[in-house]
């Protein structure tokens, strides 16, 4: 019996690596954005109450992006089998953002290595949510590794725990789930109701990947070098508290990996919000933890990417 996901997989992971995220792509994540924009504005107006109208929201689009993959790639089995593979692998490399990550923080670390803080500011609020044009140099660099930890669970290890679970279209169904919740899953006033369900739901899918996180990103500190054991204490510790659901195992992981403490007071849309703290001070927060922290993150996508090679390897003998 032979499975057709690996080479999927391989291929896919392949291409995330050498091409990433390229600003020309037609990315599926961009009709998602545009359906939820468009969705909002007609829900809101035909739904008057604010939950509903959100959950209709998530079950259209994550049921969408699910049934249009399946559509899609059963519409392609007829064609010659070239066609459906080279289909599944497109879908699920746009799943993945190891090297775009990689790509937006070496961003913000070479702003701070020329010493222009309000650029690396402004780069950084590319991929953060919170208010950045008060940080500091030792902000920037705890906004930076933070979001590099979040965004390696989200963007990396989800989509790869999805996909062997259910394929492609499982993959692309939580793509959208976690695109609603980075568009109207905030705690802001706009969204505190519309957009309950979104986080709900990106909280509850993201549940075992987070804890599957801590493991990988002990094995992957210690294939680096960095601290192995005080990545998977921290995580278990300091992992688990907190406003934001499952990020601050990965992010607890990546502070005791570094020897840095990440956490503390963060502003969003001008209000504070208090982050318990994660990991120890051992190390200041400066600039080279940034490069450290991507090379941590690579080094997780490949251990959660042989882990999901060796999931599906062990599958087909089954």
Known sequence: MTDDRIPILALAYGADLLIGDPRWFPHPVRAMGFAIHWGERILRRTIPWERLAGAVLVAVVVGASYGVTCWLLRMLIPSPPMWGLVASVVLLFTCL????????????LQALEANDLPLACRRVARIVGRDTHRLDTQGVVRATVETIAESTLDGILSPLCYFVLGGVPLAVAYKAINTLDSMIGHRSARYLRFGWAAAKLDTAANWIPARLSAALFTVAAWLGWYRAADAWRCAWRDGHGGPVPNAGIPEAAMAGALGVRLGGVNWYE???VDMPYMGEPRRPLEP?????AIRLMYSCSFVAWLTAMGAL?????W
């Not at 953002?97 to 913000?108: F, G, Y």
């Open 288 to 292: 080279p933890r940034i490069r450290e």
């Open 270 to 272: 001008g209000r504070v």
């Open 313 to 317: 390897f062990v599958r087909t003998r």
């Open 97 to 108: 953002s190891t090297k775009d990550l990689a790509v937006e923080s070496r961003q913000v």
